[in-house]
C-alpha cells in the first residue's frame, strides 16, 4: 500500500506545485468518487443465460408485452373471489347477540339479521 503525502492533491498530483484551487481540486475529487461509485455499484449487467429454458413466470427478466391485461385479468378474478366469499360470509352471519344502538359496528351495514333486527327496533319505537 501506496502512502501519499499529505500535500498530494487528487490521482497523485502535488497540489502546491501545480498551483490547483481548492475548488478545482473539490471537483476531481468528486468526479473520482463518481467514477468509484458507477464502476463498483449497481450490480452489473444482465447474466447471459440459455435462451430454450422457459417457465410459467417467464424466465430471467421477463416483461412480458400484454402484462397490463394479465395484470387487470387477475384483479378482476381476485375481486370477483373477494366479493363472493364477502357475500356468502354475510348471508351466513348469526349473532346471538346484536350490536348496541348508535355504537360503531361495521358489519350492521351488511349483515342481514342486524339489519332486520334494527328495522324490527325501529318499528318497535314508532308504534
Not at 43 to 57: C, L, Q
Not at 59 to 87: C, D, E, K, L
Amino acid at each position: 500500500s501506496h502512502v501519499l503525502p499529505a500535500d498530494d492533491g487528487p490521482f497523485g498530483f502535488d497540489a502546491s506545485e501545480h498551483h490547483l484551487s481548492s475548488q478545482f481540486i473539490a471537483r476531481l475529487y468528486l468526479l473520482q468518487l463518481k467514477y468509484l461509485l458507477s464502476v463498483t455499484m449497481g450490480g452489473g449487467g444482465k447474466i447471459p443465460y440459455p435462451k430454450e429454458v422457459w417457465s410459467p413466470a417467464g424466465g430471467w427478466y421477463a416483461q412480458p408485452a400484454n402484462w397490463r391485461a394479465n395484470t387487470a385479468i387477475i384483479g378482476a378474478a381476485m375481486i370477483g373471489i373477494v366479493a363472493a366469499t364477502w357475500s356468502l360470509s354475510a348471508e351466513r352471519e348469526h349473532r346471538d347477540k346484536m350490536p348496541e344502538p348508535g355504537r360503531f359496528f361495521p358489519s350492521r351495514y351488511w349483515s342481514k339479521q342486524i339489519i332486520e333486527h334494527e328495522r324490527e327496533q325501529a318499528a318497535k319505537k314508532d308504534s
